[in-house]
């Protein structure tokens, strides 16, 4: 039997929430953001927009917008979506943390079934997550069950499915602990990318609880603008992927092999796609690009516990690589969707 629930409803026994929205010259979308906010069923204690180093023009938008909502602005340099959180949790002082991304906005009882889902009796509450509509720029909805579809493991119960596939805990559809969140430190703000998932295996990995609530409660909307596009993103993944690295040595002793078989079926054909296509564009990032691939394969081809013929493979991509001018790898990926090729594709793959 699941423990009782808090009652969301009852002002005396309702825990406080605070809401804090990153803002980065999202004048287009934040009114719809923050609306969205202002009209829940059990409304925020606190509401905390974080201008992130916007242009001026962006600022005065939401400072109007201010007027008519009651809400507070913290101004900072740009520092990305993790540091504006950080700041806005540094600002308020609710026991329970909600974010939203300024593109996305909230069903209307996002922050009420949330609230409903913590347990009563959890001491070491961590967070309670639950699913998202997909949808387009526009709010034009796409889908219903976005976190369903992309991952199959709720709630988090294994650091080993964490590492090897995206965690897809969305913070616009979370709520968390302040507790677990300072006892992590919040975001790494070393990240503009992958700061979700690294903020919430943190919180795993301190003993922490999780909870899935398989409702969606939030919008969020894709588009080529949103920060899950870009150079940062890539930048991102690859720091990330090194402080995983780091992290998670091999244990041979106990048979746990994290390089070869969790972080390279993750990230290793990522990080040939993003060098071939640097080279296929032949533009500013085609060195940088390369050189997160060499320095991947470094680390793969230096470790023990990965197969020959991996490490041959990986080899020859980088080789194949180095020696393609964009003419040639546009021909290659041309000619490689031709039945009599798909064979020959396989050497711009890595694989474990």
């Not at 242009?55 to 909502?69: K, T």
């Not at 967070?127 to 387009?136: C, G, M, N, S, T």
């Not at 526009?138 to 976190?147: F, S, Y």
Request: one cysteine or more; charged letters at 25%.
């Amino acid at each position: 039997m699941s423990a009782p629930a808090l009652d969301p409803t009852s002002a005396p026994n309702r825990p406080s929430v605070v809401v804090v929205i990153p803002f980065y010259n999202g004048a287009d979308f934040i009114e719809r953001s923050v609306r969205s906010v202002f009209n829940q069923t059990v409304p925020a204690d606190e509401v905390v927009v974080v201008n992130d180093g916007s242009r001026p023009e962006e600022r005065e938008v939401l400072g109007a917008l201010a007027l008519r909502y009651p809400f507070r602005i913290i101004d900072k340099e740009n520092g990305g979506q993790g540091s504006a959180r950080n700041a806005g949790v540094a600002a308020s002082t609710a026991s329970y943390i909600c974010f939203l991304d300024q593109d996305d906005f909230y069903l209307p009882n996002h922050i009420e079934l949330l609230v409903d889902a913590i347990p009563r009796d959890d001491a070491r509450f961590g967070f309670v997550y639950a699913d998202l509509y997909e949808a387009d720029v526009d709010g034009n909805v796409v889908r219903t069950e976005l976190v369903k579809q992309h991952s199959k493991d709720h709630p988090k119960t294994s650091i080993f499915d964490i590492l090897r596939h995206d965690m897809f805990v969305l913070p616009s559809a979370t709520l968390v602990s302040r507790a677990a969140f300072d006892a992590v430190q919040g975001f790494d703000d070393q990240f503009m990318g992958f700061e979700d998932d690294d903020l919430f295996m943190r919180i795993f990995r301190k003993g922490y609880s999780n909870h899935y609530l398989d409702r969606a409660v939030t919008v969020w909307c894709i588009h080529t603008e949103s920060t899950s596009f870009g150079i940062r993103m890539i930048r991102s993944r690859y720091r990330f992927f090194k402080k995983l690295a780091a992290t998670y040595p091999d244990e041979p002793k106990r048979n746990r092999y994290y390089l070869r078989d969790y972080l390279m079926p993750r990230f290793g054909k990522l990080f040939v796609d993003h060098a071939i296509q640097a080279i296929k564009l032949d533009n500013e990032y085609r060195e940088e690009m390369f050189a997160h691939l060499d320095d991947y394969a470094g680390m793969v081809l230096g470790n023990p516990y990965v197969g020959w013929r991996a490490k041959t493979r990986l080899r020859l991509t980088r080789f194949l690589l180095a020696h393609s001018s964009p003419g040639m790898v546009r021909a290659i990926g041309n000619a490689t969707k031709l039945p009599l090729f798909r064979g020959f594709r396989r050497l711009y793959r890595t694989e474990a």
